[in-house]
């Protein structure tokens, strides 16, 4: 990204100069898809795809938003007392929402400000680009008005600004790997307790390749919204036979001599992904933890088959795009994200992805009618003041 370039547009739309440059990345999830909100483990990281941001402080109490990637929107305009939710403000209600909890947690926000936004991440792809706003805001507004709060309470605020304020039932872990990423380090996360550990993850040898379906995920929010209610009708049952506050307390082997007195396959299938997710996950960090990364690969594979048999969230796109990377040698392919569209990874050898990404390109187009998109991404750091390198 071309810092002149951003700050030559910050000075065309808004007429001043002197802005600030920040960035927040996007994330992939490396591995345990669906077990942030039944108090399990996840494996995400932060990559070099993500939003950049040129902004400054106003001398009265305006906020205008601009986004590149939504041009037809122009410039949103609000006020410092005026920031609740509308439905006809679009995208920009991800920034204002952050603007909002912050003062409502007391943060001394005392004047407007003027941001531009640009985003390198694919709408609808499922690699978190509305977290990266937040938390983007979230360092902008930390930096500009020097508030005291933490990159936690901050992944925080962004989890309250999607669950209360845009209305979807997300757990933690997009704001928390944007926010808290670092380079070559994917974060092993409790979702529960907000414990996390740094994995190394530097892949020698292997490159991520990010596999964009191309098919928008438009049943992705209510489909999210049904799998949890069914783990949680899940846990319910289960209670009844074992004292425990979430599925993610249970071993595989415990799940299998509960799992018969569920009362129906649907919530059997969607437990059985849930506990063995988590389990995966743990065994995933383990071994990158050794440098296993045929292990690793092999729990990938497994993670995406569970999706796609227990919890039926893949769809014939994903699927479509992790079956061709397995049969053109990739170590492991999954989908990652909510499902339903949106993308798949891949970790191929390095020297091998270009002939990897011609193959998988043919066989998506012959299995789906649609092209797929490829990006090769690294794991970046997370949300912070930007300087090009």
Request: proline share 2%; hydrophobic share 40%.
């Amino acid at each position: 990204m071309d810092a002149k370039l951003l700050k030559s547009r910050f000075e065309d739309i808004f007429k001043r100069s002197n802005g600030e440059l920040f960035f927040a990345p996007g994330r992939i999830n490396l591995i345990g898809e669906h077990t942030d909100y039944i108090g399990g483990h996840v494996l995400p990281c932060a990559i070099t795809i993500g939003t950049y941001a040129v902004c400054a402080k106003r001398g009265d109490h305006q906020i205008r938003l601009y986004s590149e990637n939504f041009p037809d929107s122009g410039i949103v305009c609000l006020d410092l007392s005026a920031t609740a939710y509308k439905k006809e403000d679009g995208w920009a209600n991800y920034p204002k929402g952050m603007i909002h909890y912050l003062l409502k947690a007391g943060g001394q926000i005392d004047s407007g400000m003027d941001i531009l936004f640009h985003g390198t991440i694919p709408n609808g792809a499922g690699l978190s680009s509305s977290a990266s706003i937040e938390m983007l805001t979230g360092s902008i507004l930390k930096k500009l008005f020097s508030l005291d709060v933490s990159d936690t309470e901050l992944a925080l605020i962004g989890k309250r600004v999607e669950n209360e304020f845009i209305g979807v039932n997300s757990g933690i872990m997009d704001q928390f790997a944007v926010q808290k990423g670092k380079k070559n380090m994917a974060i092993l996360l409790n979702c529960d307790k907000l414990e996390h550990e740094m994995i190394p993850a530097a892949f020698n040898g292997y490159k991520i390749v990010i596999m964009n379906t191309n098919k928008r995920r438009e049943l992705a929010a209510s489909k999210y919204n049904e799998r949890r209610s069914e783990c949680d009708e899940a846990l319910s049952e289960l209670r009844q036979y074992r004292n425990i506050a979430s599925l993610a307390e249970l071993t595989s082997e415990e799940f299998n001599k509960l799992e018969s007195l569920l009362s129906c396959e649907t919530l059997r299938k969607r437990a059985r992904h849930a506990v063995n997710e988590n389990e995966r996950t743990l065994s995933a960090a383990e071994a990158l933890k050794s440098n296993d990364l045929k292990t690793f690969g092999e729990l990938m594979n497994a993670s995406h088959r569970s999706l796609r048999d227990d919890y039926e969230v893949t769809g014939d796109e994903l699927d479509a795009l992790a079956e061709a990377a397995w049969k053109e040698g990739a170590l492991g392919a999954r989908m990652t994200g909510a499902g339903f569209g949106g993308c798949a990874i891949a970790i191929v050898e390095s020297e091998e992805t270009a002939g990897f990404i011609r193959a998988v390109s043919s066989h998506y187009r012959s299995r789906t009618g649609l092209e797929a998109s490829f990006y090769i991404a690294d794991i970046s750091d997370g949300a912070a003041e930007w300087r090009e390198k």
